[in-house]
T-cell receptor, first 110, second 111 residues
Framework: KAGVTQTPRYLIKTRGQQVTLSCSPISGHRSVSWYQQTPGQGLQFLFEYFSETQRNKGNFPGRFSGRQFSNSRSEMNVSTLELGDSALYLC?????????FGPGTRLTVT | KNEVEQSPQNLTAQEGEFITINCSYS?????LHWLQQHPGGGIVSLFM???GKKKHGRLIATINIQEKHSSLHITASHPRDSAVYICAAEGPGFGNEKLTFGTGTRLTIIP
């Protein structure tokens, strides 16, 4: 089976812009979770989707949102980008408690 | 306050040494994950434990539910084991967080 894929892999945006990141889970996985990794805060949970419904949400402002489509692909959106949003964004798909991570999207906000 | 603590933060060892990385957590969990992250960022899930012990090649992970503690061991360490190792806990005690992560252990194996 193909692994978790994320697009794009690298992205540079300007403060105030918005960005959409995409995650395609492993075939058959219905759960997709998103995480942010920064040097200062480490890895932090953003949200989890299961069968198109947000199941859990971490402690992030409303500028961070996401959705999941009927084919389990997921997108996350960050509006009004801030410099502090520069990070590696990882998604993971899972079955049960197992988690399989994608390669990440490295977002730089200038 | 991070509810998942890892030690040590950094570890440098000679090739062949036995490595132990520790993870402790503050509340009951449903699962404890050990992850490996190489430079460039990709994360590989090494183990998912809810009890006992798991082994994969030279890697062994153990968990003691009563003591809220898990360890990752690497036998006969090799320079290719150099990476950041992260533990992550999952369970109702962590509220809405799918996974709560430790701060990571940066392991360097010197040839």
């Amino acid at each position: 089976k193909a692994g978790v894929t994320q697009t794009p892999r690298y992205l540079i945006k300007t403060r105030g812009q918005q960005v959409t990141l995409s995650c395609s889970p492993i075939s058959g996985h219905r759960s997709v979770s998103w995480y942010q990794q920064t040097p200062g805060q480490g890895l932090q949970f953003l949200f989890e989707y299961f069968s198109e419904t947000q199941r859990n949400k971490g402690n992030f402002p409303g500028r961070f949102s996401g959705r999941q489509f009927s084919n389990s692909r997921s997108e996350m959106n960050v509006s009004t980008l801030e410099l502090g949003d520069s990070a590696l964004y990882l998604c993971a798909s899972g079955q049960g408690l197992e988690q399989y991570f994608g390669p990440g999207t490295r977002l730089t906000v200038t | 306050k991070n509810e998942v603590e890892q030690s040590p933060q950094n570890l440098t060892a000679q090739e062949g040494e036995f490595i132990t990385i520790n993870c402790s957590y503050s509340v009951g969990i449903s699962a404890l994950h050990w992850l490996q992250q190489h430079p460039g960022g990709g994360i590989v899930s090494l183990f998912m434990l809810s009890s006992g012990k798991k082994k994969h090649g030279r890697l062994i992970a153990t968990i003691n539910i009563q003591e809220k503690h898990s360890s990752l061991h690497i036998t006969a360490s090799h320079p290719r084991d150099s990476a950041v190792y992260i533990c992550a806990a999952e369970g109702p005690g962590f509220g809405n967080e799918k996974l709560t992560f430790g701060t990571g252990t940066r392991l360097t194996i010197i040839p």
